[in-house]
Structures are given as structure tokens and as C-alpha cells.
């Protein structure tokens, strides 16, 4: 039977606390377009998607109003390009970018995931041209995203890759140095990379999925930050419990958005990911809960114990609300995107060592993080290793979203937009890495990937 208060209660979370639907994301299998002729790889692949994703922008609007549940993003993952491109020359990548650019307006949605490699043991021919060509495939497009794996921890991280990817990092800031540098917000290093994720820069459809799929993103941050506020001064304990219970409902939430989509849609329901993801508006801040726990600012003594106790009580909460989680499943932290992290950086009570210690007990990782825009490559080689072996050491996801900024430094700010929000530059340390950089090879597998 249906209960007035929990109807009443869903119905404040959306009207006054941001609950939403952060994004339906339809998973397509490029497998069946492979062919030795560019251009008819080319044709195959955006038939294919906009055959496969045709009703996806309206069926979202219709369980809009049906439901009364906003729906954010409209998304598009497929299967990494790499693995559909092969040996194609960077030129072709980039058309094949152009290609996904093509289908994703003519179907209306918001981005397209899936341009990217895993070369977390070594790099294919393929892969390596794929990387060399981001820079020009996200400087000539602006929904396609990329993303990158470079480690995992059963086959520990590929520095060369790790390299490699710092230098593309630069190379796509500079090519969009008109306009802040906005690649780079499009662009995700990944360890241990999730292949069912709905969330952008990082969404792609893994090999092992069906030939469709709808994976679909909740988000309520100011959900749990408006209980918590109300419960007030209780232990631990009960903290931890209405955290799970609130997860519980906006999981149910995104569960029913996923069944209906997939029914609609004709494709499989794949997973609902926990993610409390944040955006810039004011009380829709993963900061802001755990400042409501009692911090005074985030980033203060006691911030990752905080987030450590959210992070585990959202994902109890949720796989009690739905039998397929995945994706990414946590609370993330992306600096541009919550107002709370931004103020907590502008007063100076965040720094990126603490962001960085923080990633160790949450998704995702160092995330929309805007620096300065002389930096070396090396040095975002050096931010990347170190956020990569947080995550194969912990065997966990992990990644690196920075944004070198041209022509702006510490003091200044960068004004992305819409959900990417605005961010202070951050400083990042002044001291080398590029001979650490520079040895190349792999950093071994952890003793505990040694499972079989």
C-alpha cells in the first residue's frame, strides 16, 4: 500500500532538497560495426546509435511527466573505440570522434562516453593512436567524452600509459585554451575502471554487457544533508542509520526510473548507481553533509572520517533498495561541480593532499580539479600516479579529472558553466617528478591481486 507521508516525503525531496534523476544512460555494443574500411566504420557506428538510442531523449521525458521525477542528462556509453577502431591511424580516431559527435545531436543527448582505451598492461597499436588523437578529438567536439584506463590491481599501473596520458592532458588544454580549456573537463585516467558506469567523463559499455543496456544515476546530496541537519546531535551510530535510510529511498527512486526506462526502451536494466553526485546549486553539496555532521569546514581534521562513514552508509543502503548496483556507487567529490568544496578551497581549507586523502574511502577521485596552465606535463603524470595507486593498492576505482587552465594561475578562477559549475585554481607542488616519471615500465600488481 502506498503511504502519505513517504509520497509527501519524495515529493519535498524533489521540490526542496535536489533529488533527481542525474542521468539515464543507454549502454550500445559497437562489435557488430566492426570493418577494414574507415568510412564504413564510420556509417555503421552512427547507425548504429542512433537505431539503438532513437527513443531515448522522449521515453525520458515521458517518465518526467508521468512521474514527476527530473531527469537531468540523457546519455549515450558504447563500447571503447579503441577496441572497435584497431589499427586505425589517429586521423581516422578523430573522425571516428567526429562520428559520435554526429549521432549524439541528432539524437539530442546531453554527451556520448566510450572514447577511450585500456592499457593498463600495454599499449595496442590502436590504443596508442587513440590517445594521440583526444587532444583533437575533444578540441573538435563537445559531447564526446574520453576516458582511459591505466591500471588495475591485478595488473598493477602502466607508467608509460601514465606518461602518456599527462602529455595528452596538456595537449588537450592547449588546443582548448580558448575556451578554459574545456577538453580536459571531458577527459577521465582511470584505475580499475568500471565498465557499467552512467556517469560522464567516464561512462563507457564494457565488453562483457549485453548489445544494449540502461544503467541509470541517482543523485540526492541535499537529501541526506536536510536529514542530517534535521537529526541533529545523535552518535554515530544513528547518523550512519539514517544516511543508509535516505539511500534506501533514492535508490528505490532511481530503481523505478531504470525499470520503466529499460521496459520503454526495449533494452535490458542493467544497474542503478548509489553516486551522490553534486551540482553547484546551493544545497545540492556532498560538502555541505559533511559539514552538517559537525566539521566547520571541509577539509578540516575529520573530514575523510566523515566521508568514509557516508560513503559505506549510502552503499548499505542501496543494495538493500535494488539487486543490480554498480558503476561507480559512492559520493563523489568534484571540486567545480559543489559549491561547498569550492567555498572550502577559497577560504584555504582544502588543499589537494586532503582531497587526495579523501579519494581513498570514496568515489571517485581527484575530480574537476582546475590548476594552473604552465604546469609540466610531468606534473600531472605525478598527480595521476599518485591518485592511480590509491586505487590498485586499495583495489578500488579511482581517477584523475584535472584541468590545466592556460593563461590563469593560483588567485584566479575559471567559470565552466552549467553542471561543470566554476572552480579556484588549485596550486599543485612546484617541486619535479620527471625522472620518476621518466623511468617508464610498469609498477608491479600489490601482493593481495595474487586472489587465484
Excluded at 570493418?35 to 527513443?55: G, Q, W
Excluded at 549515450?76 to 586505425?88: A, D, K, M
Excluded at 540502461?214 to 537529526?231: D, E, L, Q, T
Aim: glycine content about 10%.
Amino acid at each position: 500500500m502506498l503511504n502519505t507521508a513517504d509520497i509527501l516525503e519524495t515529493i519535498q525531496m524533489i521540490r526542496e532538497e535536489n533529488l533527481d534523476i542525474r542521468t539515464v544512460t543507454m549502454g550500445i555494443s559497437l562489435f557488430d560495426c566492426l570493418s577494414d574500411d574507415p568510412k564504413r566504420l564510420e556509417e555503421k557506428i552512427y547507425d548504429k546509435i542512433t537505431r539503438s538510442a532513437k527513443n531515448l531523449v522522449s521515453v525520458c521525458a515521458e517518465l518526467e511527466r508521468t512521474y514527476g521525477i527530473p531527469i537531468i542528462n540523457r546519455r549515450v556509453s558504447v563500447t571503447p573505440i579503441s577496441y572497435v577502431g584497431g589499427g586505425l591511424s589517429p586521423e581516422c580516431y578523430v573522425r571516428l570522434a567526429e562520428t559520435l559527435e554526429r549521432a549524439a545531436v541528432e539524437l539530442g543527448i546531453n554527451f556520448i562516453g566510450g572514447f577511450g582505451a585500456h592499457v593498463q598492461k600495454g599499449m595496442m597499436p590502436g590504443a596508442k593512436n587513440l590517445i594521440e588523437a583526444i587532444p583533437e578529438a575533444l578540441s573538435v567536439t563537445s559531447r564526446v567524452c574520453s576516458s582511459v584506463n591505466v591500471a588495475t590491481t591485478k595488473a598493477g599501473i602502466n607508467m608509460d600509459a601514465v606518461r602518456l596520458m599527462g602529455e595528452t592532458v596538456m595537449k588537450t588544454a592547449y588546443l582548448t585554451r580558448d575556451n578554459d580549456s574545456i577538453g580536459c573537463a571531458k577527459l577521465v585516467v582511470f584505475a580499475n575502471m568500471p565498465e557499467d558506469n552512467p556517469f560522464m567523463a567516464g561512462a563507457v559499455h564494457g565488453i562483457g554487457e549485453p548489445d544494449t543496456v540502461i544503467n541509470v544515476g541517482v543523485s540526492g546530496p541535499g537529501v541526506v544533508a536536510s536529514a542530517i541537519k534535521r537529526a541533529g546531535d545523535v552518535d554515530f551510530s544513528e547518523l550512519a542509520d539514517i544516511v543508509k535510510k535516505i539511500a534506501f529511498k533514492i535508490t528505490r527512486v532511481g530503481q523505478l526510473i531504470a525499470y520503466e526506462a529499460s521496459r520503454r526502451l526495449g533494452a535490458p536494466y542493467g544497474i542503478v548507481d548509489l553516486s551522490l553526485a553534486p551540482t553547484p546549486a546551493q544545497g545540492d553539496s556532498v560538502a555541505r553533509i559533511l559539514e552538517n555532521m559537525g566539521l566547520e569546514r571541509c577539509g578540516t581534521h575529520g573530514t575523510t572520517a566523515a566521508l568514509a562513514l557516508l560513503n559505506d552508509a549510502v552503499k548499505k543502503g542501496g543494495v538493500m533498495a535494488s539487486s543490480h548496483v554498480g558503476g561507480l556507487s559512492g559520493a563523489f567529490i568534484p571540486v567545480s561541480e559543489d559549491a561547498g568544496l569550492i567555498e572550502a578551497v577559497e577560504v584555504g581549507a582544502l588543499s589537494i593532499e586532503k582531497l587526495e586523502a579523501m579519494t581513498a574511502v570514496c568515489s571517485v577521485g581527484l575530480d574537476m580539479i582546475a590548476v594552473p596552465g604552465d604546469i609540466s606535463a610531468a606534473t600531472v603524470s605525478g598527480v595521476i600516479a599518485d591518485e592511480i595507486s590509491i586505487g590498485v593498492v586499495n583495489n578500488k576505482t579511482t581517477a584523475v579529472r584535472l584541468v590545466p587552465v592556460y593563461g590563469k594561475g593560483v588567485g584566479e578562477s575559471v567559470e565552466f558553466g552549467g553542471l561543470l559549475g566554476h572552480a579556484p585554481i588549485m596550486p599543485l607542488s612546484g617541486f619535479s617528478c620527471e625522472r620518476f616519471i621518466g623511468r617508464g615500465g610498469r609498477i608491479p600488481a600489490p601482493i593481495h591481486s595474487l586472489r587465484n
